[in-house]
Every structure is written in structure tokens, then in C-alpha cells.
DNA sequence: ACCGATTATATCGGCGCGATACATCAGGCT
DNA sequence: AGCCTGATGTATCGCGCCGATATAATCGGT
């Protein structure tokens, strides 16, 4: 999940570590921040396999020249997206496994679909949907066959959650048809899809 | 988290593993399901913890004689709360720490808020109601300020998001309007409360 | 001159997960 | 009798992510 995002990131531009994690929290809205203790770590998993490579900055005091000239700028460890790293990132927005479906794993992938082909888009959603409607499912014969053992308080917050997955059916649904109808009538896009 | 729900259910009536996770099962109506891979571990902690005692089951076929009698029962570890388990389950539904208003946490202490004091209840739900307050804020900061660099999937996933926090504030207020209204004026309760 | 916030990297223990490995037992089918 | 499937039952392993924590330089304000 964070080898998607932070190979995502890298692919636009090289950065280091606090900038990315700064980076991620406004791609994903604040859906979802990773910590620090996260974050390294995956730096460093993703260097090992050679999918991303660490370049020891040494950007010159003129190339930012914020304000004041006076630079020095302590060791930031700039992170750059391989070649290897560039098909792992193919595979990975392509691939619609089942952990996919998760609801950060879900957020995730979406904040990377203009990137993302369109049959693996079509897959992706509908996997999710499935998902949604599989919990929905489980909400719903928990809730009628509620009263037995179930505490008030539980049985309110599965009313809660079913309302939820209901929404996000549909919600899902929308997306689908509007991705369905684009398919086969491609919009004036911005992001130039070959085709 | 599996600390509360486990010592919450050891509390009603000691069992073994699988029979505990399939009752948590039940008990959290499918809105949460903990692995094996976690349970047992837990188990073990507690057990060193001194919360919880395994005695090695020794059950008599007549004890439960389901239809035919023929029965030996192969090894299962039945567990048994103890006092100073007792004692840190009752800290624990006390408790109304940070960590408490995560999703998964919450689901979990009002599972078993009918034995959680009135005022932890207040506490917890409170609490619940203002990190999802902020969560909302979060979310429509991020849409206020988007169309820059966020998606638009992601966008509409904010606003999915948004509408679902919108919700579960209405549902909490109510539930903590409910509560108040209850304290000074104590419903015709059937799980009778000493007092 | 000092002090707090921001920038920046890193590690640690802990928890929960999915996968996997074992066994035993019940029931049904052939 | 033999077999197979599915439920019962316990257990472990590595992995991913988190929260807490440490350290330190630099920046902005007073």
C-alpha cells in the first residue's frame, strides 16, 4: 500500500522523506497520513529492491534562492524512482487482487486511477463494490437476527454501517456507469490516453 | 483492543479459543473479525499477564450431552478471567483514551457499553463525536482547497467521506442526547443496574 | 540572545493480519 | 469399509503499520 503511494509519488518527481509524507497527506486529502515510523522503514525496503535509489542531496544554495542567500541545508536524502521501480509501479496500479478492496488500500489506488488503465479502473471498482456489498450483506442478517445477544449499542452502530455500505454502493454504482459510458465515448481528456 | 473484547466475553463465561472468537464473532455482529494469528497471541499475553488462567479441559461427555453420547474431546485450552483481570476489564471499559475513538475501538467498547459506567459512556461517545468532527473538518478542508492537484476520484471519495462523517455525528448526537436524558431519568432497565 | 516551531531522519516495541501447518472428528456418499 | 469434505481446534511465522521517542539543525519572532 505504501510501495503504491510512494512509487506513485516518486514517479512525478524525486523527493525526500518529509517532503513525500507532506506529499501523500494532500494526495490522499488527509483520507490517510502515514507516520514516520512507516514511512522510513518502506524507504528502505523499497531501496533494497532496487525499485527506488537514494541520492545524498547536495541541491546548490542558488537553486532555491528563498529570500535570504545564506544555505547550507543539512542531509536530505533525495529518493528517485527506478526503472524497475517504474514497471513494479505499472504492476501494482494494474493489479486488482483482493487486498485491493480494503478501504485504504481502495483509497489509495483511487488517488492514483488518472494514472491507472481502464480496464484495471473497471476491475478495481467493481472488486470494491463486491466488497462493499458482501459487508452489507453480513450487516444486514446480523441486524435481523439482532435482539438475541446483541447490545442495544451495537445494534444501532450496525444500523449505522449498513446505512453506510448502502450509500457506497450506489456511490460505486455511479462511478461504474460514468466509467462504462466514458469507455466507449472517450471525453475530451486531459490526460491523453493513447488508444 | 482484543484485550477488552477478550477479557469482556472471559467475563460472562470462560471458554477456548475458537469458541471465543466465533462468540466475538456474534458479539460484534461481523463488523469486526480477529484472527487466529491474533487471538491466540493475546491469549498468551494475558495469560502471562496474570488477567486470564488456562485450565486443560476435562469437560464429562454428561455435562453436555448433545443427542448421541459417545465423546472424548480432544485438547482444548479453556480460559477463566481472574480477579486482576476483572479489575483491568473494568479499566479498561473506564477508559476513554485517544485511542478509544478509532473505528475499530469504538466498535468494540460500545459492544460491550451495557457494562461500561454512565459516565464512560459519556466520555467515550463524546470523544468519539469529536475526533469524527474532525475528521469532517479535515475532509472539508481538503475540499474546499481541492481542484489544485487532487484527483477527482479522490475528490468524490472526500465527498462520500464527508457525507458519512456528517451522519455519524447526527447518529451520535442523538445517542449522547439519549444518554443524558437517561441519566436523570433512568429508564425501566432490564439489565438491572445495582445503584 | 534566546526560544519555540518547523524541517529532517531514524529506531523501537507492539499489535494485528494473512498464510500456513498440523491434527481430530462428524457426516454423507459410494 | 473406505473416502472425502468440512467443521473443530491450536499454533506459529514474517510482514506492515503505528505510536512513542530520540536527535539535531535551521528558521522566525521578540
Known sequence: MLELAILGLLHEAPVHGYELRKRLGVRLGGFRVFSYGSL??????LTRAGLIVEDTDQSSPETTPSSSGSWSRRSRRVYRITAEGKERLAELLADAGPQTWDDDSFGVHLAFFSRTPAE???????GRRRAVEERR?????????AGEQIDRYTRELHQLGLDSTEREVRWLNELITRERAEQQDPP??????TR
Do not use: H, N, Q, V
Not at 484495471?120 to 467493481?126: G, K, S
Open 120 to 126: 484495471a479502473r473497471m476491475r478495481i471498482l467493481e
Open 137 to 145: 450483506e453480513g450487516l444486514r442478517s446480523a441486524l435481523s437476527r
Open 40 to 45: 522510513y522503514p518502506a524507504l528502505r525496503r
Open 188 to 193: 475530451g481528456d486531459e490526460a491523453g490516453t
